[in-house]
Nanobody, 119 residues
Framework: VQLQASGGGLMQAGGSLILSCAASGDTDSILEMGWYRQAPGKQRDLVASITSSGSTNYADSVKGRVTISRDNAKNTVYLQMSSLKSEDTAVYYC??????????????WGQGTLVTVSS
């Protein structure tokens, strides 16, 4: 599975953004996709995830400001963020959890996209 992330860049505090992540390859094996972020000097943390059946999970720090959605026809996941804060500044990574024919799971990562929120 290959993941291609897009979106991000320099944003204004209080603004909004949409990140996209397009999956290619063996997309039928994808169980779940999500977005993680890593701020400078910090660990990579989950922002939001969505399963193949549409169940979503959000980090407490972004609940109410973030919506994750997916377009199965395009094998693309979207992350909409609003009311951006300076603490949202981070490199955002797309992730996919894939299950193989032996029911083993593995995570795949996209290349990361930098989001900088200026106040």
């Amino acid at each position: 599975v290959q993941l291609q992330a897009s979106g991000g860049g320099l944003m204004q505090a209080g603004g909004s953004l949409i990140l996209s992540c397009a999956a290619s390859g063996d997309t039928d094996s994808i169980l779940e996709m999500g977005w993680y972020r890593q701020a400078p000097g910090k660990q990579r943390d989950l922002v939001a995830s969505i399963t193949s059946s549409g169940s979503t999970n959000y980090a407490d720090s972004v609940k109410g400001r973030v919506t994750i959605s997916r377009d199965n026809a395009k094998n693309t996941v979207y992350l909409q963020m609003s009311s951006l804060k300076s603490e949202d500044t981070a490199v955002y990574y797309c992730n996919a959890v894939v299950r193989n024919y032996r029911w083993e799971t593995r995570g795949y990562w996209g290349q990361g996209t930098l989001v900088t929120v200026s106040s």
